[in-house]
């Protein structure tokens, strides 16, 4: 996942240095070397990410980074500060101003590049929330709580088998009205978070007999716990282990020995993002109404995908970012209906959905276009993994028959997908996205159903 980033240092050393690392994985690098100069590069470039150096003149990184945050425009920007302040104070500092990671110098490019790429996931899925919200605005829905959220108390799971060790996180914690329940195994923690009851999950990774990563795989592989924040505690010279838990989904870490300080700013932040994550969705959920919703399957309808996919095109242009579309039509969809009945052939259309949905992200938009042929929005992606999307879908509707309501033979069920990608050197509007889609299912269809399709393919 590429993305534009902002380094911002006063010592050209240091930014030469930043930017070559990351211009190394292929991150398109924007530079500043003061506070005015970071300020105006964000208005003009708003990048996804921001690497901001605290010990500047004139105006330092805190107050650039209070600034920021200020500012509706750029307020979900991420911040990493970097600095070679190694006080506690200055690290709870910079969490209190907004940032949403303290790095010391010298970096460890590790660590670095772990949490560059932990947080812009979390980005994209946030702005992808946000471009929604914005889309069901269009449809004059009532106005949405704009209003900070919270982010005092709260309730917190506590992964830790050293009795002593849990017993001081949890006293830092109670502090600020924080409830914690500590548990000592994987499996008692998964069990508990799918209550949905709790705003994070604390996991030590210096466990004696269970594995802290498997746990943080296993919670984002579930529906009920993929969006739980999770904060790691790792001992310092755990940071490749740390790396991978950022990979596996955390979202942030600690390393000890712990400060009170840290650790509650650190989980404030981390409640107030779920907070304003969650309420992004109760939003989003409330503004709709069936209007935009396919009331059978689940799925948005056409009018809403009119509304979203210009403004996620546009957004698409504008950061040159790929986006495909992935065109579905069932294979002999009449014949079901003829054969077995409506009531059969809605079930087959509810039971297509549930098993698309299954297989793609939080950010893929999946609309009914009318009848039995459906469309994928697929934000940040190539045609090339899009066709591997493709053809994992196409497999599973063909690998398991649909049972029907009556409970009758199951049903055997293919379906023909193309696909599509954005093309930002000749494509002026989305139309013409969704029309290369379709003239690829329909080769699909042309050459055999129960296939997928590249636009560029025979």
């Not at 209003?147 to 088998?161: K, N, Q, V």
């Not at 994070?200 to 009920?224: N, P, T």
């Not at 003829?338 to 052939?345: I, N, V």
């Not at 276009?369 to 994928?376: K, L, P, Y």
Request: with cysteine.
């Amino acid at each position: 996942m590429s993305a534009r980033i902002l380094v911002v240092d006063d010592t050209p050393l240091n930014v030469k240095l930043l930017a070559a690392k990351l211009a190394k994985d292929y991150y398109f690098v924007t530079t500043a070397t003061n506070g005015p100069e970071a300020l105006d590069a964000v208005k003009r470039d708003a990048p996804d990410l921001i690497l901001l150096d605290i010990m500047m003149p004139d105006m330092d990184g805190f107050e650039v980074c209070t600034r920021l945050k200020a500012d509706p425009a750029s307020k979900h920007i991420p911040v990493v500060m970097v600095t070679a302040l190694s006080d506690v104070a200055d690290r709870v500092r910079g969490l209190e101003c907004g940032a949403d990671d303290f790095l010391s110098k010298p970096i460890d490019d590790v660590a670095l590049m772990a949490r560059v790429r932990s947080l812009l996931r979390l980005k994209m899925i946030r702005d992808e929330w946000r471009l929604r919200e914005e889309t069901a605005a269009q449809f004059s829905m009532p106005k949405p709580d704009t209003e900070e959220p919270d982010d005092t108390g709260g309730a917190i799971l506590l992964l830790e088998d050293d009795a002593h060790e849990a017993q001081t996180i949890a006293a830092c914690l109670i502090k600020n009205a924080v409830n914690t329940t500590q548990v000592e195994t994987t499996d008692k923690l998964a069990s508990a978070a799918m209550t949905n009851t709790h705003d994070m999950a604390v996991i030590s990774l210096d466990l004696k007999d269970d594995d802290g990563l498997r746990l943080c795989a296993q919670l984002r592989a579930s529906e009920a716990t993929r969006n739980l924040p999770v904060l790691l505690i790792a001992n310092g010279d755990e940071i490749e282990k740390v790396a991978k838990g950022l990979d596996l989904g955390a979202t942030d870490y600690l390393l000890r020995p712990i400060e009170a300080a840290e650790l509650n700013a650190r989980v404030r932040t981390q409640i107030r993002q779920k907070r304003h994550y969650d309420r992004l969705r109760q939003n989003y959920e409330q503004s709709l109404s069936l209007a935009l919703v396919d009331p059978l399957t689940g799925a948005y309808n056409r009018r809403y995908m009119d509304m979203h996919l210009p403004m996620l095109f546009a957004r698409c242009k504008a950061t040159v970012r790929p986006l495909s579309i992935l065109s579905i039509d069932l294979d002999y969809f009449k014949r079901i209906n003829d054969t077995h009945g409506h009531a059969a052939g809605d079930a087959v259309l509810k039971e297509t959905i549930n098993r698309v949905l299954a297989s793609l992200r939080p950010s893929d938009l999946v609309v009914r276009m009318g009848g039995e042929e459906f469309a994928v929005i697929m934000p940040d992606t190539e045609q090339k993994t899009a066709l591997l999307v493709g053809e994992r879908l196409r497999e599973s509707l063909a690998e398991a028959p649909i049972p029907l309501p009556s409970g009758g033979e199951p049903i055997p069920v293919t379906a023909s997908f193309g696909v599509a990608s954005v093309n930002h050197e000749s494509d002026a509007t989305p139309a013409t996205i969704l029309d290369r889609a379709d003239a690829a299912l329909y080769r699909a269809k042309e050459t055999g159903r129960n296939k997928v399709v590249g636009e560029d393919q025979g």
